[in-house]
């Protein structure tokens, strides 16, 4: 792999000193790339699919953020302390001595035991355990040889990492590390401590901002200098020591990725075998990790190729917070974990425990009702792979082999749920809590009703097994029912045309952005069931989109036409029965500011 391509990017500057620097830059991050790709990389993913093939099958794990920040939880100096937990030290600019003096030295959680943490999470049903062995606050959640910010200058006289490694082992859990690589707050020549040594990467965007290695590559050996001294020998000593299923790295915007890539050199030098999450090394052209990550604390999943892992976390902080009683209810994260499932997708769900070494009560709570659903669900999460079928409107599916998982989360009118899309052949189908067979009935060449019985078993996700003799054939349309209202999602449609982006899928931001002109519209394969009238409704994340904003809702025939009215309104529609058509949304005179479009809402008149 040549420079050039990186290059062409860059060449627009030529003449000008910052020109100059962003092409010295490219030259760099390139020349890693290329080293990378025409080399040690490439031979390291030889092995990826051997490596990875106990991650894709356990679908669910557990993170664990627990430092010395857990003591205070939010509370500093009789002071509240809001946002993430974890970030104390960087929020309340507490200087490295004060830090260690008031959190680190008298930090000894003798309510820890490895062994009720290994037992709660695999009773959840979590497959893999990730806990944070240093995150930015620096200190070494372990007696790390290396520096002196360690748990060796604490009054906890163990070593909880090593006692976890042996609880996972014993318990069956896979084991791992959350390592902070780039962001480090005590080290005098790492990026992100702006108070104690007005280092580049904190706050005050000194240096050039985020891209300060770019702006400033003079500073740049004070940050190869922390990654030679203490990252790439801690990491290096958390491989040999504990040998870890998994490493799981963030924020590597905080060094150019020329470093992050070699860290990851020196990582595949150690152990050829350890999982590497996604956010330690990745390019526009290539991710170096073993799959990808998306959002922290998701709702939604955009969509997303390949091998994928989102973090949620039971409250709004990874770390423990005293104060945040955003805890979502359990039925929240067992939809999400068979959202993420259906689409090829790992939930790495957070919790924080206390700072005495306790699991949160509250946490406990939730992982504990989650464990209960995948206690008769499992089977339908653990090894699953997406189905073929189109959208359903009660709910997702998941497949193994001739076996697909329908997971109902709200029953269709009249008790009769209709499979849509599924031309083949079909087996029994019965209900995983019990066992109980349900009846089945082709009411159409693609679609299959299965009668459900009075109410469903699980509020949260009734999941039906149904069996598929033969060859599985499915259609791609979507099946639109009478009397069943509507949603089609910005992340289920097909957009089209240059300059669209998702946003990152966290309550609310579950939108195709940038929507700014006439060649760019989204689109949908539908099949109307029977002759109906939708009020339709358009939904973005602003309250509204600008004034003057006007739209063409289509199905082969223009539909619709206009501005939304108040509560985003655009009209009523009619679609008879038999209808197979693309649904195509249009933006035909865009308003002041880009858009930012969530869904579509079909609801019933009245």
């Not at 999470?121 to 240093?134: C, E, S, V, W």
């Not at 707050?185 to 901002?209: I, V």
């Not at 709200?410 to 079909?426: T, Y």
Request: proline share 6%; charged share 25%; with cysteine.
């Amino acid at each position: 792999m040549g420079l050039a391509w990186s290059l062409q990017a860059t060449a627009q500057y030529a003449g000008d000193d910052e020109g100059i620097l962003m092409q010295k830059a490219a030259r760099r991050d390139s020349a890693a790339i290329a080293e990378a790709v025409d080399g040690w990389w490439t031979a390291s993913m030889a092995g990826h699919d051997q490596r990875i093939a106990w991650w894709r099958e356990a679908r669910f794990g557990c993170f664990i953020h627990w430092g010395v920040y857990s003591v205070p939880g939010g509370l500093w100096k009789g002071k509240k302390v809001g946002g993430y937990a974890e970030h104390l030290m960087r929020k309340e600019k507490i200087s490295r001595a004060e830090y260690a003096e008031q959190l680190l030295k008298p930090f000894n959680p003798t309510g820890f035991d490895a062994e009720t943490w290994v037992k709660t999470i695999r009773d959840a049903g979590m497959k893999y355990l990730i806990i944070t062995a240093k995150h930015h606050d620096g200190v070494a959640m372990y007696p790390s040889a290396i520096g002196d910010y360690t748990l060796r200058q604490s009054a906890f006289q163990r070593d909880p990492m090593q006692e976890l490694a042996d609880a996972c082992r014993k318990y069956g859990i896979r084991f791992g590390f959350y390592y902070s690589h780039a962001f480090d707050w005590e080290h005098p020549d790492a990026p992100g401590n702006d108070w104690d040594y007005n280092n580049p990467g904190g706050d005050k965007n000194l240096f050039g901002g985020t891209n300060w290695y770019d702006h400033h590559p003079e500073l740049l050996p004070k940050a190869v200098k922390y990654v030679n001294e203490k990252s790439v020998p801690q990491i290096k000593e958390l491989l040999q020591r504990y040998h870890p299923d998994i490493l799981w790295f963030d924020t590597p915007h905080k060094l150019p990725l020329s470093e992050n890539i070699r860290i990851l050199r020196a990582i595949r030098e150690t152990d050829t075998a350890v999982v590497v999450n996604g956010r330690l090394a990745r390019s526009a052209a290539v991710s170096f990790g073993d799959y990808k990550n998306t959002a922290d604390r998701p709702a939604a999943f955009y969509p997303v190729e390949g091998d994928w892992e989102a973090i949620p976390t039971t409250n709004e902080s990874y770390g423990y917070s005293r104060f945040d009683e955003s805890h979502k209810p359990p039925a929240f994260f067992i939809r999400l974990l068979s959202k993420a499932a259906a689409r090829n997708g790992n939930l790495l769900m957070n919790i924080g425990p206390m700072g005495n070494g306790v699991i949160d009560p509250r946490d406990v709570r939730i992982i504990k009702a989650i464990g209960e659903w995948l206690e008769t669900n499992g089977e339908s999460i653990y090894g699953s792979q997406p189905s073929p079928l189109p959208v359903q409107s009660w709910g997702e599916v998941t497949r193994k082999g001739n076996r697909l998982y329908l997971h109902v989360f709200q029953a269709p009118p009249g008790g009769g749920l209709i499979v849509a899309g599924l031309r083949s052949e079909i087996g029994k189908a019965t209900m995983l809590a019990d066992g109980k067979e349900l009846k089945t009935v082709r009411t159409r060449p693609e679609d299959v009703m299965i009668r459900l019985d009075g109410t469903l078993k699980d509020t949260a996700a009734t999941v039906i097994a149904l069996d598929v003799k033969g060859e599985m054939r499915t259609g791609d349309h979507r099946l639109l029912e009478p009397r069943v209202p509507q949603t089609f999602h910005a992340f289920d449609a097909e957009l089209h045309g240059q300059g669209w982006s998702y946003g990152d899928g966290k309550a609310g931001k579950d939108y195709a952005q940038q929507w700014n002109n006439g060649s760019q519209f989204l689109t949908w394969k539908i099949r109307q069931k029977a002759t109906a009238k939708y009020k339709v409704v358009l939904r973005f994340a602003e309250d509204a989109p600008p004034r003057g904003t006007r739209f063409r809702l289509s199905a082969d025939n223009t539909l619709l036409e206009g501005t939304p009215g108040p509560g985003g309104e655009l009209g009523e529609v009619e679609l008879r029965d038999g209808t197979t058509a693309e649904l195509k949304l249009e933006l035909l005179q865009p308003g002041e500011t880009p858009l930012k479009f969530r869904q579509m809402e079909w609801r019933l008149p009245g």
